[in-house]
């Protein structure tokens, strides 16, 4: 059976020429949970997910990865025991190319100990992947696929999709979504999704960890991130009124009506003011904080 793992950096530093590409970070995956990887092209999110997976050893601190039949907390580099219960697919697929795709799904059943024969089937189906054709001659599209066929079915404890579903469409992206909404459910395991997608990933997750430079910008549950501000909508000039004086994040106006987004805890009395004037008060997009806190103009 998987069980969920949770996963704990401290002060993890990696460089690259003596660049830190991660900066004394500390953080804490809790088990169970959609975990949404956030930043910026170049913030560290790749370097991040190859070292919680073991593929790259720390220059300072440690990643610890601990719970279920793992017992107490291991590091992964270099530790089989603990590499058999996760799974990186990175946007390459990580898969071997000069092979046939159903050769490819063997290799995994072998190597991966929690694979779900019938699952991977499926989705083989739902994706339509020709299964005789060499990897190296599928599309990117159907290459990513493939790659997050291998994710999902390994059903690991610990699961990383690294950008591996962006090479896909629109509508395989979503379906890549609904399928791992569906068996995440049946089968409970801690998932980091690493994007710069993030309107899109957004409704799926539960925490985020946003990084910014190699370093952690903040780590959060996302229905207490999307409490640090609010947009505000209806009337034009109310909303105008109402949001002076509020740092604000994001503006967007169909005719006479506007919706800005704001930053900041409205109080009760905030609130009750915005009734009165006919505002309407919302939690804010994941996507305006993002944008915010990574400082993109
Ligand atoms: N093998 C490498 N050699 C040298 N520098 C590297 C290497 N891998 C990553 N870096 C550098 O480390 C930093 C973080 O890169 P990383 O790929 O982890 O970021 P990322 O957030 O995944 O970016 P993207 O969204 O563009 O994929 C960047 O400055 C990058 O140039």
Redesign the pocket.
Same mark, same amino acid.
């Given at each position: 059976m998987t069980t969920a793992l949770t996963v704990r950096t401290e002060n993890l530093s990696?460089r690259?020429?003596g660049?830190?590409?991660?900066d004394r970070l500390d953080l804490r995956l809790a088990p169970g949970k959609i975990h949404g990887l956030l +930043?910026?092209? +170049?913030?560290?999110?790749?370097?991040?997910?190859?070292t919680l997976a073991g593929f790259r050893r720390p220059d300072e601190g440690r990643v610890l990865i601990e719970g279920g039949d793992l017992g107490p907390a291991q590091e992964p580099y270099e530790n089989a025991v603990v590499t058999s219960r996760v799974c990186l697919i990175r946007?390459s697929g990580d898969v071997p190319d000069s092979v046939p795709v159903r050769y490819a799904l063997r290799l995994a059943a072998a190597l991966r100990p929690y694979w779900d024969a019938d699952l991977a089937a499926e989705l083989v189906e739902r994706f339509e992947i020709p299964q005789n054709k060499k990897i190296q001659k599928l599309s990117r599209g159907k290459k990513s696929a493939l790659g997050v066929i291998v994710g999902l079915a390994s059903r690991a404890p610990l699961t990383i999709f690294?950008?591996s579903y962006l090479g896909m469409d629109v509508p395989s992206r979503h379906l890549f979504y609904d399928v791992l909404l569906a068996d995440y459910a049946e089968v409970p395991r801690t998932i980091v999704l690493?994007t710069?997608l993030v309107s899109e990933v957004s409704t799926m997750l539960e925490e985020v960890v946003i990084?910014d430079?190699?370093r952690l910008v903040t780590q959060s549950a996302v229905d207490a991130l999307r409490g640090r501000g609010a947009s505000i909508v209806g009337p034009a000039a109310a909303v105008d009124q109402f949001t002076a004086g509020f740092t604000v994040l994001a503006e967007e106006r169909l005719g006479g009506t506007k919706s800005t987004t704001v930053l900041g805890d409205l109080d009760p009395v905030l609130l009750a003011q915005a009734a009165s004037a006919g505002l309407e008060v919302g939690p804010v997009g994941l996507q305006d904080l993002f944008v915010h806190l990574t400082g993109v103009k």
């Open positions: 990696v690259f020429a660049v830190p590409a991660l +930043g910026r092209n +170049g913030s560290g999110k790749s370097t991040l997910a190859a946007e690294d950008e690493s710069h990084l430079k190699g």
